[in-house]
């Protein structure tokens, strides 16, 4: 046992100054310095903020564009603070004495590594919250307490040869250690001090199960053998524990598991519970590693995956003479080369390309088996009913669903289901509803199901076995029409959980949120969102929770459609009439968590000028208390500010989009304007963006550099998607025009995948903008009808018919329509200079997209440049690329928006011989 195996860390102790009253002796925006690229490594963003179960401490990560980044420690009531360099993974014992925390390395020492071919080693930082002293570990994976922070467990990290590693047991009252060697995988008991261990040698060699009892210091062997064992499944506020034992057998290609358990061991004597593997055999299958145990509620059942039994391949030795003289003829032929090929066959119900990314997936899939530990019987549930199941009721109900009559339509169209209910006492299975095509879940104690269809929710009784329409008789519109392409099954607006006892649920409309009895005796609106147009939804302030207290206070998200305010409100109880509202503000407010023992608050607040912080409040969310500072360096430098535009369409639905101002922003001048576009952006409006070399579409970098920045809101009619962006940008753009000092004659538009598509195709119909950029856009609506999503396999012509390509239909059967609003059929109409930008393996849009269009731009005679980035998939992924694609969009819209002299790239190309020799000398921009 040692005493001291960490080491005094020293504490770097910052002063935090955060905001008071400015003076009229500061510098005003026009007078102060744009950014440059220099100065955007500074840059901060707020990450995961923790608090401890008091509330009176705060741990929160900081993250800069420079990845020097750190944790910020401090006190809810003071202003000092604590800074760790590299800090991550904040966790806060129950007891709220202490802070573990894992170190990581600098980008440097990554990098050194890295061409050492060497795994960046992580440590481990201790703070004592009471004594203010820190401590330190090196080459710790991860850490865990115990569930009343009286222990902390931790595994280091371990020899490349060693399978397991050691582990080390801290009392932390009295700083004592205990070292484990050879631990795989450890787990501790959800309510108490039970620490149950792998043991995990070289060769399997003394392997078992130890369970560590850190409250009295005994340790025992719960089982040993030299197998491997995995899956530790502690029982929910229990002492019963699970595991696999590997059980190998040449008989079989596959390997099973023994699943062992132990009932009571907090007791001198538990009950021991052993599942042969010649249980699940009988029935031709074994008990799989790939689903998690599972318990039932009550501890009398064990859940766990199956799967059907591989047979070995015989041996030579196995066969006979007779055999091993035909094997002697064609063993010349055997030992060729298997032949490279893959079979396409049009009946597959999934195409070979997207089985073959789900290859993993489809190798583990699991059906469900369980195991009764008083009698033993072990059954296989769901049989072809289990594409997707889940243990409900406590583990006396499955949940399964059976996709496959369905499978063949669903090829192209939703995907639907038969539900069924699996008795997992005896196997019995009975269909609750045929052809659903939106998802079933469980109340939280298991007495009712609950479902959308149609235009409304059903909720299915599981004792009775009634099925009711709860929301027939209701005021409110629970399903959300506003989604294109229109389908035969609309999506609802979702819904938020149980209240306890399962007798309510709460259910969405757009704007409100409504109590509803899952007896179908009816229903009520919690929330008054709909007058003001404020979307109301529920807060979970206890991530433990499983259902809704209705004498406890509920919070509320709000968020304004129209205003783009946000905040909080709160009902006293569900018997309240209306929540009152205890912060509306016009800024992105959110991020609302509570502290686990006492009524100490924290929310996050930002605007586009104004850097996220957190707040510390109380339940009232009252005087509210900033307790973080980022980006304050930003008073130095000139900022713009962001506004609300309003229009219509051409067809008369009414928008909005984010208009923003240049840094350099002064009246009496006019200045060009970017459009960045996809869908709905308009929300972006109290988005701070900090500045990024790499982030290409970065909208604080082109409102740095002198830009109007445009993000306007795109709605759509089905099998019009260019023709809907047409006459929806037309008029955001009068609109901005008519709002700020914007130049009509320098105007520049740009998007990326399906913004890239809008781009491509706006600018073959119009020519409002000088140039336009487009990166990864579809151009041929046809040929792209007839490709793969390759990152997924699956087949583009599903995401034309049901989803964001919104034509519904192939297009042999609506040819005008995808003629119309493809942008390579109109290439003879392009008059705007555009920059392409596409990865050579974009998995989401086909590389030959660009291809196609850069050909026919070619044949036309139009102004295109295609940037190829090799490699690459649909996002820039390696650093260099996102950087050199950040700087020409710059010189792009440079040249074409403000005059600046165009390099030969844009102006006349560059010859390959010379763009690689240029690459070759290390030059990151050629041309």
Do not use: C
Not at 181 to 208: R, S, T, Y
Not at 756 to 780: C, E, I, M, R
Not at 840 to 864: L, P
Request: glycine share 8%.
């Amino acid at each position: 046992m040692n005493t001291r195996p960490f080491l005094p860390a020293p504490i770097i102790l910052v002063l935090l100054g955060l905001p008071g009253s400015t003076t009229g002796d500061e510098l005003s925006a026009q007078q102060l310095p744009t950014l440059t690229p220099d100065d955007y490594g500074q840059w901060e963003r707020l990450g995961r903020a923790t608090l401890s179960p008091d509330g009176l401490w705060l741990a929160v990560q900081v993250s800069r564009v420079n990845e020097e980044n750190e944790l910020r420690i401090r006190r809810t009531d003071s202003d000092s603070l604590v800074a760790v360099s590299f800090g991550t993974n904040a966790t806060f014992s129950a007891d709220g004495r202490w802070l573990a925390y894992t170190v990581g390395v600098s980008p440097d020492e990554r990098e050194r590594m890295a061409e050492r071919d060497e795994t960046p080693k992580t440590g481990l930082g201790l703070m004592d919250l009471i004594a203010g002293t820190v401590e330190s570990m090196e080459a710790v994976a991860s850490f865990t307490f115990s569930d009343d922070g009286r222990f902390l467990a931790l595994k280091r990290i371990g020899s490349e040869r060693d399978v397991g590693s050691n582990a080390m047991v801290r009392d932390m009252s009295s700083g004592s250690t205990i070292t484990f060697g050879n631990v795989g995988d450890l787990a501790w008991q959800d309510d108490g001090h039970l620490l149950a261990m792998e043991v995990d040698a070289v060769d399997d060699l003394g392997n078992g199960i130890r369970l560590y009892d850190a409250g009295s210091g005994r340790l025992s062997m719960l089982d040993a053998e030299d197998a491997a064992y995995t899956g530790l499944r502690w029982r929910e506020d229990a002492a019963d524990l699970a595991v696999l034992r590997v059980h190998p057998d040449e008989a079989w290609e596959d390997t099973a598991h023994m699943v062992l358990a132990w009932r009571g061991l907090d007791r001198s004597e538990p009950e021991v519970f052993e599942l042969d593997v010649e249980a699940p055999s009988a029935a031709g299958t074994r008990v799989a590693e790939y689903r998690p145990i599972g318990w039932s509620d009550d501890g009398d059942r064990i859940f766990v995956g199956l799967q059907e039994r591989v047979p070995a391949e015989e041996t030579e030795e196995e066969e006979t003479e007779e055999e091993e003289d035909v094997a002697e003829v064609g063993s010349e032929e055997d030992e060729e080369d298997p032949p490279g090929v893959e079979i396409w066959h049009s009946l597959d119900l999934d195409p070979v390309p997207q089985q073959r990314v789900r290859e993993n997936q489809l190798r583990r899939r699991t059906h469900m088996g369980s195991w009764n530990l008083e009698s033993g019987d072990f059954l296989a549930l769901g049989g072809d009913h289990a594409d997707q199941v889940r243990v409900i009721a406590g583990g006396a109900q499955l949940l399964a669903q059976d996709e496959t009559p369905y499978d063949y339509d669903a090829r192209f169209n939703q995907q639907r289901h038969d539900l069924y209910l699996v008795n997992t006492a005896t196997g019995e299975t009975s269909l609750v509803h045929e052809a659903l095509a939106t998802g079933a879940s469980a109340s939280p104690d298991g007495d009712y199901l609950l479902w959308f269809e149609g235009e409304d929710y059903w909720t299915y009784e599981i004792a009775s076995g009634e099925r009711r329409n709860v929301t027939a008789e209701l005021p409110g519109t629970f399903v959300n029409l506003d989604v294109t392409p229109s389908r035969e099954q609309m999506p609802s607006f979702g819904q938020g959980g149980w209240t306890d006892g399962d007798e309510e649920v709460l259910l969405f409309d757009e704007f409100d949120v409504w109590l509803v009895s899952a007896d179908g005796s009816g229903g009520r609106r919690l929330t008054r969102g709909a007058e003001e147009s404020v979307r109301h939804r529920p807060v979970r302030l206890d991530p433990e929770a499983e259902a809704w207290d209705p004498g406890e206070p509920l919070y509320f998200s709000l968020s304004g459609l129209w205003t783009k305010q946000s905040g909080f409100a709160r009902l006293g109880d569900l018997d309240d009439d209306s929540p009152e509202v205890l912060l509306l503000e016009d800024a992105s407010v959110g991020f609302l968590v509570k502290a686990s023992d006492s009524d100490v608050f924290v929310h996050t607040r930002q605007r586009w000028e104004d850097s996220p912080d957190l707040f510390v409040t109380d339940a009232d969310l009252d005087e509210a208390r900033q307790v973080t500072r980022t980006n304050p360096f930003q008073t130095d430098y000139a900022w713009g500010r962001a506004e609300l535009i309003d229009y219509e369409n051409e067809w008369g639905r009414p928008l909005q989009g984010a208009l923003i101002y240049p840094a350099d922003y002064e009246p009496g001048r006019t200045y060009p304007l970017i459009v960045y576009h996809y869908e709905i952006l308009s929300t972006s409006l109290h988005r701070y963006v900090a500045p990024d070399p790499e982030n290409y579409y970065n909208t604080q970098v082109w409102s740095q550099e002198g830009y109007f920045v445009l993000m306007p809101d795109i709605v759509y009619r089905d099998r019009r998607p260019g023709q809907s962006n047409v006459e929806t940008i037309r008029p955001a753009v009068v609109a901005a025009l008519e709002a700020a000092p914007i130049d009509e004659e320098r105007m520049g538009l740009i998007g990326h995948s399906w913004g890239g598509y809008q781009t491509t195709y706006f600018v073959t119909q119009d020519d409002l903008f000088a140039s336009a950029v487009a990166g990864a856009p579809l151009t041929n609506l046809m040929s792209m009808y007839l490709s793969f999503y390759w990152n997924s396999g699956g087949t583009d012509a599903r995401i034309f018919e049901i989803s964001q390509g919104r034509m519904q239909v192939p297009w042999w059967e609506d040819w005008d329509s995808y003629h119309a609003n493809s942008p390579v059929h109109h290439i003879e109409t392009l008059n705007t200079p555009l920059l392409i930008e596409f990865g050579t393996d974009d998995g989401a849009v086909e590389f030959n997209q660009g291809v196609e269009f850069y050909n026919a731009a070619r044949r036309a005679d139009k102004h295109v440049v295609m940037l190829v980035y090799e490699g690459e998939n649909h996002g820039l992924a390696q650093d260099p690329n996102r950087k050199d694609y950040a700087s020409r969009i710059l010189q792009w819209f440079g040249h074409y928006l403000k005059g600046e002299p165009a390099p030969d790239w844009i102006s006349k190309g560059v010859p390959y011989i010379e763009q690689k020799d240029g690459l070759k000398k290390g030059r990151r921009i050629i041309g």
